[in-house]
């Protein structure tokens, strides 16, 4: 049996103070030192093991119970990695195209340089199959379901909220939104459910709308709209909570239910674009009119200091998206010229792509968003006088542009549409294209489907008897009883005026006819 002596002595120090020698444990092996401070070492790594396995974080900056945090994701222990592979790029059924190894003996870069000129070529070969305008106020947001690539939803500045399946014309959907003051700045879908769709508007709500007549359900208020509204909301679906930024740069999570779990000022200003990562579930960036872009971790998100990395901008930041191929790229959209590319892992400045988009208050700002089978961005065009390169009559077209060889590969433009189109974006499978030009809904396809599309609608036009010059249809659009409150201010306004002129005409008959009497 091992005996144990403990001796503790008491000297004087060099300042006179009274000084503890270590306790000394003897064993038959030797002796063996334990001081005071391996003991305050071992306590140390006792809590810190404690709270490694707790599994749910709690935030510091709100008061908020370890249980009922839903971001049950664990800590990082390891630098964050990004997964950097491609997947396979399907683009129709007759046409897959495998952009990794080596496919029938051909080697890599050959093969991307032969899909990215099959894309290309399918762009550039797009025409308008169908318009519609079912609002009376501009587009201001849209949103393709994630894995229907034939609906869509989008949002107006009068609060209107329009569920479309584009396979369909006839099959819509529509909720009356708050008219002025109702603008949504940002919509989503809903994970659980293809009819509802969540949206962040100036009402000063995160509103949860169901299309199929239900009421809605407010996941956030500011109970102050006048001051405090939301200008940006993304959802997790896999860790099923909702992300939503305001005017003066606070951020919060809340729960499916509208629970809020955090909230903190990161911003000094309006945060105007808020998205997760589409590879890593832990990963969120926001841009904002502070100039600058932050790249957040979820699990370790605290106060502006917590950032993993801030992108600095020269202008106002209208939005930020990862790229839809591999997530590994970040697409920045300033108020002024610049088209921004940024690179993971460290998110260094690839490029700079120089492209007129300018701010103005009365039209809804310009975004660029990314194709969903190749790096291509595409942006509306607003033709600036001060850029180099303008010249008179220049058109307003949607752009696409080439990130690695900052080239505009393809334009679109219509004759009938010669508006300009602030808002564009493809579906899940890259070959169809919303875009919003005011009021209108342009819904790009390739020319051989665009032709079927509008046969078949002029066939159901006759089938039923109608008049085509008349308000019900159109040769490509496909105009629903909802879209015509657009025209009826159109015709009441013509109706006035009208009447006005008749009235002026009557009036001057009149007094040439006094005039000869005399």
């Known amino acids: 049996m091992p005996r144990k002596r403990k001796e503790e002595t008491q000297n004087l120090g060099k300042s006179g103070r009274k000084t503890k020698i270590p306790k000394i444990t003897v064993d038959d092996s030797g002796l063996k030192y334990i001081t005071y401070a391996q003991k305050l070492k071992r306590k140390k790594d006792q809590s810190e093991k404690e709270k490694e396995e707790e599994k749910i974080p709690s935030h510091d900056c709100c008061e908020v119970d370890a249980a009922d945090t839903l971001l049950g994701l664990k800590p990082r222990a390891l630098p964050f990695t990004i997964n950097v592979a491609r997947p396979s790029y399907t683009i129709s059924s007759n046409l897959t195209l495998q952009l990794h190894g080596y496919t029938m003996g051909i080697p890599r870069k050959s093969l991307y340089k032969s899909a990215t000129k099959c894309v290309i070529d399918m762009l550039s070969d797009m025409q308008i199959s169908t318009m519609t305008s079912p609002f009376n106020r501009r587009v201001t947001a849209m949103d393709w379901h994630p894995t229907n690539p034939d609906v869509v939803v989008v949002g107006s500045k009068g609060g209107d909220v329009f569920w479309w399946d584009t396979s369909n014309i006839e099959k819509q959907k529509f909720h009356q939104g708050k008219g002025s003051g109702g603008n949504i700045q940002a919509v989503k879908f809903w994970p659980l459910d293809e009819c ?156 700079t792509i120089l492209h007129p988009h300018r701010f103005f208050q009365h039209i809804t700002p310009i975004k660029a968003t990314w194709h969903p089978l190749l790096d291509l961005a595409v942006i509306g065009r607003y033709p600036d006088p001060n850029f180099a390169g303008y010249h008179e009559n220049e058109l307003r077209t949607i752009d696409i542009i080439d990130v690695d060889s900052e080239k505009v590969v393809a334009r679109l433009h219509d004759p009938s549409a010669p508006g300009l189109v602030c808002v564009n974006k493809f579906n899940p499978a890259g070959d169809t294209l919303l875009s919003g030009m005011g009021v209108n809904l342009l819904l790009w396809r390739k020319k051989e489907e665009a032709a079927k599309i509008q046969e078949s609608f002029m066939s159901k036009l006759s089938g039923r008897g109608l008049d085509r010059s008349s308000n019900q249809g159109q040769s490509r659009t496909g105009r629903s009883g909802q879209s015509l409150r657009a025209n009826d201010k159109l015709k009441k306004q013509t109706e006035t005026s009208e009447n006005k002129q008749t009235k002026t005409k009557l009036n001057v008959k009149t007094t040439k006819e006094n005039q000869k009497k005399k």
């Open 196 to 351: 509802k769709v969540v949206s962040a508007g100036l009402d000063g709500t995160v509103s949860l709308h169901d299309l199929n007549g239900k009421l809605s359900f407010v996941l956030a208020d500011t109970m102050n709209f006048y001051d405090f509204w939301y200008c940006s909301v993304d959802v997790h679906a896999g860790r099923k909570f909702v992300s939503a930024g305001d005017n003066v740069g606070k951020l919060q999570f809340l729960s499916y239910e509208g629970k809020k779990t955090f909230e903190f000022r990161l911003h000094k200003n309006k945060i105007t674009h808020c998205e997760f990562s589409p590879m890593e579930e832990w990963m969120l960036c926001t841009a904002s009119t502070d100039q600058t872009v932050q790249i957040w971790d979820v699990r370790m998100i605290k106060d502006r200091n917590s950032s993993m990395c801030t992108l600095k901008h020269e202008k106002p930041v209208n939005s930020a998206h990862f790229s839809r191929t591999n997530g590994c790229r970040l697409l920045t959209t300033d108020q002024c010229n610049q088209v921004r590319v940024y690179l993971a892992p460290e998110w260094h400045l690839e490029k």
